[in-house]
């Protein structure tokens, strides 16, 4: 079973910086996308940032320019340098990740990690 550990939330003040970590285990031997997502209370969870396993980065415009996603293939970990970092962007960050198995493409959670940014 897949699991995947997310680290790197907290409290920080507008401006600042924080970085947050997803290593998953669980027998995995191949990973397709990895992304991390967001919901703030009230509103739908929403696509941050997605990283393909060649490298390609798509952002969601309220973060591009400020946030940088990253992976090391060689520890199935995916991260998300957040820098500039708004009121708005507080929520709770889940990470996401897209196992390939067969012909079928499985896609499992992290609990997600709290950021608040206050003003």
């Known amino acids: 079973q897949v699991q995947l550990v997310e680290s790197g939330g907290g409290l920080v003040q507008a401006g600042g910086s924080l970085r947050l970590s997803c290593a998953a285990s669980?027998?995995?031997?191949?990973?397709?996308?990895m992304g991390w997502y967001r919901q703030a209370p009230g509103k739908q969870r929403e696509l941050v940032a997605d990283i393909s396993n060649g490298g390609t980065t798509n952002y969601a415009a309220s973060v591009k320019g400020r946030f940088t996603i990253s992976r090391d293939n060689a520890e199935n970990t995916v991260y998300l340098q957040m820098n500039s970092l708004k009121p708005e962007d507080t929520a709770v960050y889940y990470c996401?990740?897209?196992?390939?198995?067969?012909?079928?493409?499985?896609?499992?959670w992290g609990q997600g990690t709290q950021v608040t940014v206050s003003s």
């Open positions: 996401n990740v897209r196992v390939p198995l067969e012909v079928y493409e499985y896609e499992f």
């Open positions: 669980g027998g995995i031997f191949s990973i397709n996308a």
